[in-house]
Every structure is written in C-alpha cells, then in structure tokens.
Nanobody, 118 residues
Framework: VQLQASGGGLVQPGGSTRLSCAAS????????MGWYRQGPGKQRELVAR???????TYADSVKGRFTISRDNAKNTVYLQMNSLKFEDTAVYYC?????????????WGQGTQVTVSS
C-alpha cells in the first residue's frame, strides 16, 4: 500500500485546513488508518486514528478541534483541522496498519507540513 498525503501549508492561528491521504489500495484491507505528527524537536505522536468500524481515537490535545474521516470508495482518509494553534505546527504523516497473526504491518505517507503562524 502506498499513501499519498496532501493538504496543509501555512495557516493562521484559529484557522482551518484539511489533510487528505489517498491510498493506492483498498483501505478496508487495513485495520486502521490515521495521522501522526512530529513537531520541531519532538517525537512523532498519534493525532487521530479511524478503524474499519469507524471508531475514532484522538490525542487529547486535538479533541474537539480535529476530525478524522474516511471515504472507502475513494480509498482516502481526511483530517479536518479547526481552531489551529501554534503548537499544531508539525509535519503530519499518514499511517495505515494491518494486524495479522503476531505481526503488525505499518505503512507511511511522505509527510505534509502544517505551519500555524500569524
């Protein structure tokens, strides 16, 4: 599976943007898809995840502001980011993983920069 992330860019504080992650294969074959981010000098962290049952998980720092969704027909996952803060500045990575018997396979997109600045 190849993942192609797009969206992001420069956004003002309080603004919004949407990230897209298009998969080359059927995303229903994945256990879950999500977004991670890595800010300057920070470790990569989970931002949001959605599984095949549409159950979502969010980092506490983005709850109520970010929404992850999926379009199975388009094999695409989205991250709607609202009320952006300076601390949301990071490279955002799309992730998909598949859990098998005693193994988890992860797939990563190339990363897209989101910069929150006035």
């Amino acid at each position: 599976v190849q993942l192609q992330a797009s969206g992001g860019g420069l956004v003002q504080p309080g603004g919004s943007t949407r990230l897209s992650c298009a998969a080359s294969g059927n995303i229903l074959s994945m256990s879950a898809m999500g977004w991670y981010r890595q800010g300057p000098g920070k470790q990569r962290e989970l931002v949001a995840r959605i599984n095949t049952l549409n159950r979502t998980t969010y980092a506490d720092s983005v709850k109520g502001r970010f929404t992850i969704s999926r379009d199975n027909a388009k094999n695409t996952v989205y991250l709607q980011m609202n009320s952006l803060k300076f601390e949301d500045t990071a490279v955002y990575y799309c992730n998909a993983y598949r859990v098998g018997v005693n193994v988890r396979s992860d797939y990563w997109g190339q990363g897209t920069q989101v910069t929150v600045s006035s």
